[in-house]
T-cell receptor, first 112, second 116 residues
Framework: AQTVTQSQPEMSVQEAETVTLSCTYD???????LFWYKQPPSRQMILVIR??????QNATENRFSVNFQKAAKSFSLKISDSQLGDAAMYFC?????????FGGGTRLMVKP | DTGVSQNPRHKITKRGQNVTFRCDPI?????LYWYRQTLGQGPEFLTY????????KSRLLSDRFSAERPKGSFSTLEIQRTEQGDSAMYLC??????????????FGAGTRLSVL
């Protein structure tokens, strides 16, 4: 069984600044993956970044990076140089090869 | 565009009616998933297929819900005798399960169901 918790229902960031979205999880699996998905209003979910739990090195994708703390079961997303197009719902998810378990989401607002 | 396609995008129905949604996955993907997303919440897993085999269906919300993937390509999700509580976005995702276990799920735009 897996649970994913996002404790920030809403976050706000100034354009060009950096913001960090929090996520904690719990799982009984020994081999699992963690994901951040972005869901713009009325549009489909897009994978932002993915982390294999067996890898200690934090994943990065351009302006997006994660801080993966396995012992603490924490998986935060850092967005650098925020852009207006980053405004969306962000979902943290955990999976072990089949289903994904999602958190409740964080709405990110970007101020011009 | 060869992404995940879902039809219809919106469905309005009256309580007690049956509805069916269709999902066309990315063509080479062997796995297909259904999720439900209620307003302000994250997606909730319902069921998934590997090719035509339904490998997990215990998370379907009730026996009114059923899914098929008859030829291992497109899938349908049916809700019988709809209730107002069934109103939600129904999301489909597909993935290519490899021996490396990468299994990245790609989502469709969803079907929004409104039960009056």
């Amino acid at each position: 069984a897996q649970t994913v918790t996002q404790s920030q229902p809403e976050m706000s960031v100034q354009e060009a600044e950096t913001v960090t979205l929090s996520c904690t999880y719990d799982t009984s699996e020994s081999d699992y993956y963690l994901f951040w998905y972005k869901q713009p209003p009325s549009r489909q979910m897009i994978l932002v970044i993915r982390q294999e739990a067996y890898k200690q090195q934090n994943a990065t994708e351009n302006r997006f990076s994660v801080n993966f703390q396995k012992a603490a079961k924490s998986f935060s997303l850092k967005i650098s140089d925020s852009q207006l197009g980053d405004a969306a719902m962000y979902f943290c998810a955990a999976g072990a090869g089949n289903m994904l378990t999602f958190g409740g989401g964080t709405r990110l607002m970007v101020k011009p | 565009d060869t992404g995940v396609s879902q039809n219809p995008r919106h469905k309005i129905t009256k309580r007690g009616q049956n509805v069916t949604f269709r999902c066309d996955p990315i063509s080479e993907h062997n796995r297909l998933y259904w999720y439900r997303q209620t307003l302000g919440q994250g997606p909730e897993f319902l069921t998934y297929f590997q090719n035509e085999a339904q490998l997990e269906k215990s998370r379907l919300l009730s026996d009114r819900f059923s899914a098929e993937r008859p030829k291992g390509s497109f899938s349908t999700l049916e809700i019988q005798r709809t209730e107002q509580g069934d109103s939600a976005m129904y999301l489909c995702a597909s993935s290519l399960m490899t021996g490396e276990g990468k299994n990245i799920q790609y989502f469709g735009a969803g079907t929004r169901l409104s039960v009056l």
